[in-house]
């Protein structure tokens, strides 16, 4: 059974910046996209960020675009969410999710997802 493991998260001010990370297995890394999703009390499951297999693509949420940066690391088998100039509408619990071989499009679907972290909490505060 695949798991991933986050750590990272907090509460901050806003303007803060945090960096969550997501380990991976050595067995699922090198051939999967791993996204980033967030939720909110009393919301849906919003997409965040994707990175690809080979760490040179990415795409984000219009509503974290150039403020997060998603990347990952061959050698420690782990994707890491760069947030800066948080806000308090940032204030959710943060998953990371994996697909092997999973296009685009797919990872930007949570129901798409096969694997998941455990979840950690982001809360920022004004």
């Known amino acids: 059974q695949e798991q991933l493991v986050q750590s990272g998260g907090g509460s901050v001010q806003a303007g803060d910046s945090l960096r969550l990370s997501c380990a991976v297995s050595?067995?699922?890394?090198?051939?999967?996209?791993v996204s980033w999703f967030r939720q909110a009390p009393g919301k849906e499951r919003e997409f965040v960020a994707v990175i690809g297999r080979s760490g040179t693509s990415a795409f984000y949420g219009d509503s974290v675009k150039d403020r997060f940066t998603v990347t990952r690391d061959s050698e420690q088998n782990t994707v890491f969410l760069q947030m800066d100039s948080l806000t308090p509408e940032d204030t959710a619990i943060y998953y990371c999710a994996e697909k092997p071989f999973g296009t685009p499009q797919a990872m930007r679907v949570a129901a798409r997802m096969l694997y998941w972290g455990q979840g950690t909490q982001v809360t920022v505060s004004s």
């Open positions: 050595e067995q699922t890394f090198s051939v999967s996209p």
